[in-house]
């Protein structure tokens, strides 16, 4: 048998919209909400638009040309300080792909991104009783007690 592809970390750009559309398929499959990731995509316009800002970051994890793991994250401009702190909204592997270091590498080239841009942490949010989730992070970082609240949107 022919040893797997080697894994390669791809920062999507405002041309790749076709790998934007296979990542969301990675994240609908791997959280098990093909609906949430599937059902009303973004548009070209939209998709070039976000792709193009320089406050998402998109990244796929790629063997040979399949995606098998996905991040998507935001960098947040500080106000109190001329600094910016980089929130990872989600981080997918394929089942067939885990345990293999893929949402590792994937974490890894963005701590490389965040320093490049010159912001001064990463922080990501876990459930609870997520526990793959939780042990990965444990590995990578410090681990903060907090709560969560879900504000909704109310017309002025």
Same mark, same amino acid.
Not at 18 to 38: K, S
Not at 109 to 130: E, K, P, S, T
């Given at each position: 048998? !022919?040893?797997?592809?080697? $894994?390669?970390?791809?920062?999507? &750009? !405002? &041309?790749?919209?076709?790998?934007?559309?296979?990542?969301?398929?990675?994240?609908?499959?791997?959280?098990?909400?093909?609906?949430? =990731?599937?059902?009303?995509?973004?548009?070209?316009?939209? *998709?070039? #638009?976000?792709?193009?800002?320089e406050t998402f970051i998109a990244l796929a994890a790629l063997q040979g040309a399949a995606v098998?793991?996905? *991040?998507?994250? =935001?960098? $947040?401009?500080?106000?109190? %300080?001329?600094?910016?702190?980089? =929130? $990872?909204?989600? *981080?997918?592997? *394929?089942?067939?792909? +885990?345990?293999?270091?893929?949402? &590792?590498?994937?974490? +890894? +080239?963005?701590?490389?991104?965040?320093?490049?841009?010159?912001?001064?942490?990463?922080?990501?949010?876990?459930?609870?009783?997520?526990?793959?989730?939780?042990?990965?992070?444990? %590995?990578?970082? &410090? #681990?903060?007690?907090?709560?969560?609240?879900?504000?909704?949107?109310?017309?002025?």
């Amino acid at each position: 048998m !022919p040893p797997a592809p080697q $894994l390669t970390i791809v920062q999507l &750009t !405002p &041309t790749d919209a076709d790998l934007a559309h296979r990542m969301l398929d990675v994240f609908g499959e791997a959280f098990e909400d093909p609906d949430t =990731y599937g059902r009303a995509r973004p548009g070209p316009a939209y *998709l070039q #638009r976000l792709l193009g800002s320089e406050t998402f970051i998109a990244l796929a994890a790629l063997q040979g040309a399949a995606v098998v793991g996905a *991040l998507a994250a =935001y960098e $947040l401009p500080k106000f109190e %300080q001329e600094r910016s702190e980089i =929130y $990872l909204y989600d *981080l997918a592997v *394929l089942a067939s792909h +885990r345990r293999r270091g893929v949402a &590792t590498a994937l974490v +890894r +080239r963005l701590q490389a991104l965040a320093a490049q841009r010159g912001a001064w942490v990463v922080f990501v949010q876990a459930d609870h009783g997520d526990d793959p989730a939780v042990a990965l992070y444990t %590995q990578l970082g &410090t #681990r903060e007690d907090v709560m969560h609240f879900d504000l909704p949107v109310r017309p002025a």
